[in-house]
């Protein structure tokens, strides 16, 4: 009653903008938007068709399958490219980086979530973001300088003392003490990616409606409990998500990984010795390329990781949708 | 330093008691005092005032809610109906700046006091919310016996038991039986709310809790609801928030009316409907207000 009133006297009151300063506003808005949008589709479309152009040589020559289970990596005597070793080296290190990141990163974001106090909960977050925003080459160095050595000294040295002694079959496996490796490599990526993991769970833990806590608690659950039965089924699709989204960043991170694994290019790749991932042969290789098969086998790996990182994100852009819930207040 | 003290525990009595830790018996003088002459007393507000910082949600209210009896609290908007009722289960310690003082009496023996879990006393006193608030992820089923798989039942053939028997009481058993293993958020929203009713019925309450649990639901689910209130009140005490009038009248047999935080007026609802002692009751139940 009083609002029908109140809209009444301000229409009369303040004259209504004429329909076409609207539709030339709507008209402008769309306009921006949809130059915008289609500029960024061109660009990755540009990138696409760079990458593919000048790596069609490498596929022309070992074939798209030969060049991608290829097991030598030989630009010096044969120029022979295959990238399996770094397909390879590129998937163990993200995942079992991502293995390592996740169960302590969905930790720390239900701490700062649901049990934290308003400060400490800022702290720890504060924290976090700033491991987030090390630069990737000041970690490496950290690496380079502290962690490795230290690696080398406390685990691979009396690891690689004790096969020796005892279990010298294992040696092959183990690999060379160095330091540098793909273990190594896999601890300081799992470090770089925890508090992307975290701030991604913590989001989807901060969308779980009240609602849902709230008919926990009714229930007679503990603090716990509301997480376990209503906080984590509700978030599940954007933690997974978020998972996938890391494994994609893990997958990416260049630097620091190029600069700790040691950069062997062959296979057999050990436990603890040296090996290689794509983004790290692209970076070491890049500038000495010699050779246009040389240069064009790098870029058909920078095709595949582009590949990758797009499957990657439609995967966790799926999970989300897919695992969206929709119930819970009525559909 | 105790580690807790980093910690979210603006309530530190919770979740730190023993979960086997019950409120004592109630009180036999207590309970006789009420057996004699008027129905007796579940649960009692007494001057329980719920402020959320320096907003007083209620002020000083005192309440009785009796055995086997409908309680419906009416009034306009934010005169603190939700308040009051989340005050009875314990809620407002979820509410980092709600502060409740006074006493609330379950079978004699306060909530409020120093020992008590309110684990506890929220197993005893059930709670349905205004949106139906299934766990969309679980099944059908697991809605239904989450409170018992809480507390560790596992035993199949009980939990079965008790999932069937929670759903006919919620009248929905029909409906569902069928597919007891699709998700809780798969069904209407009138079904998910009958479900949150079941699932609040399955851990056996003592007292439900009702906020405006028809609101958001078609006609033919209020009336399902209605019908359900007035089944479930030959075992239970049953307070209910609503804004329809009609519906108060029709389900209830005390009724309260709330005006900014107080409670201006209590009793039979047959009396305060046809003859409000109160000017503000009778004004606002003819309309001139709210
Ligand atoms: N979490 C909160 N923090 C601060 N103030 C609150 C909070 N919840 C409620 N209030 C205030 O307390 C008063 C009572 O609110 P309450 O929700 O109990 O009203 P209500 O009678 O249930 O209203 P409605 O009929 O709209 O549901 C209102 O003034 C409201 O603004
Ligand atoms: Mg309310």
Redesign the pocket.
């Known amino acids: 009653m009083t609002t029908n009133q109140t809209a009444s006297h301000s229409l009369v009151l303040s004259r209504p903008l004429p329909a076409i300063y609207r539709w030339l506003g709507d008209k402008i808005f769309l306009t921006v938007a949809v130059t915008l949008g289609l500029s960024i589709i061109f660009l990755a479309g540009a990138m696409a068709w760079v990458l593919i152009n000048d790596g069609s040589l490498a596929f022309r020559e070992f074939g798209v399958i030969g060049f991608l289970t290829g097991t030598t990596w030989d630009p010096g005597v044969n120029f022979t490219f295959g990238a399996l070793p770094f397909i390879f080296g590129t998937v163990v290190t993200s995942v079992v980086a991502l293995a390592l990141a996740f169960f302590p990163a969905v930790a720390v974001a239900i701490v700062i979530a649901e049990y934290a106090y308003g400060w400490l909960a800022k702290i720890i977050e504060t924290l976090v973001h700033l491991i987030a925003a090390i630069p990737s080459v000041v970690v490496g160095i950290w690496g380079i300088f502290v962690f490795a050595p230290w690696m080398r000294e406390k685990v691979y040295m009396p690891i690689f003392m004790w096969a020796a002694e005892s279990q010298p079959s294992l040696l092959p496996i183990l690999g060379n003490p160095i330091g540098y490796g793909m273990t190594t490599a896999t601890i300081i990526l799992a470090l770089m990616i925890v508090p992307f993991t975290t701030a991604l769970t913590r989001n989807a833990i901060r969308q779980v409606p009240k609602e849902q806590r709230e008919a926990a608690r009714a229930l007679g659950a503990t603090r716990w409990e509301v997480i376990r039965m209503a906080v984590l089924p509700y978030a599940r699709g954007g933690i997974l998500a978020g998972a996938i989204l890391s494994l994609g960043r893990a997958v990416g991170e260049t630097m620091a990984v190029a600069m700790l694994i040691g950069n062997k290019n062959t296979f057999p790749f050990s436990i603890m010795g040296p090996a290689a991932t794509m983004p790290s042969v692209i970076i070491n290789e890049f500038r000495e390329a010699v050779g246009n098969l040389h240069l064009s086998s790098l870029m058909a790996i920078g095709l595949v990781l582009f590949v990758i990182a797009i499957v990657v994100n439609l995967i966790a852009a799926y999970i989300t949708r897919k695992l969206a819930i929709t119930g819970g207040q009525g559909i | 330093m105790n580690i807790n003290v980093l910690f979210k525990k603006k309530k530190p009595k919770e979740d730190k008691m023993s979960p086997d830790f019950q409120p004592q018996e109630p009180d036999l003088l207590y309970r006789e005092i009420h057996m004699n002459g008027s129905p007796p007393i579940r649960m009692e507000a007494k001057n329980l005032t719920v402020k959320?910082?320096t907003?007083?949600?209620?002020k000083n209210v005192s309440l009785p809610v009796y055995n086997e009896k409908v309680t419906a609290l009416i009034?306009?908007?934010?005169?603190?109906?939700?308040?009051?009722?989340?005050a009875l289960n314990r809620m407002h310690d979820l509410?980092p700046?709600?502060k409740v003082t006074g006493e609330v009496l379950l079978d004699g023996n306060n909530i409020y006091a120093p020992r008590v879990n309110p684990v506890t006393i929220r197993r005893k006193v059930g709670m349905v919310f205004?949106k139906p608030t299934p766990f969309p992820t679980m099944s059908i089923y697991d809605n239904v016996v989450a409170g018992l798989k809480l507390v560790g039942i596992r035993n199949k053939a009980f939990l079965n038991e008790v999932c069937e028997k929670a759903l006919r009481q919620a009248a929905l058993w029909d409906e569902v039986k069928d597919r007891l293993g699709s998700p809780g958020g798969s069904i209407s929203g009138g079904q998910q709310q009958r479900l949150s009713i079941a699932r609040a019925l399955a851990i056996e309450p003592e007292v439900i809790l009702m906020?405006?649990p028809t609101s958001s639901l078609d006609p033919l689910s209020s009336s399902k609801i209605e019908d359900l209130i007035n089944d479930l009140k030959k075992k239970y005490a049953i307070v209910i928030?609503t804004?329809n009038m009609q519906q108060a009248a029709r389900v209830s047999d005390n009724t309260g009316f709330?005006y900014v935080?107080d409670l201006v007026e209590f009793g039979p609802t047959d009396k305060l409907f046809t003859n409000p002692s109160h000017k503000r009751t009778e004004e606002y139940l003819t309309g001139k207000f709210g």
Request: charged share 15%; proline share 4%.
């Open positions: 959320y910082g907003v007083t949600g209620v009034g306009p908007s934010g005169c603190g109906k939700t308040t009051f009722l989340r509410t700046n709600a205004q906020d405006e928030v804004h709330f935080g």
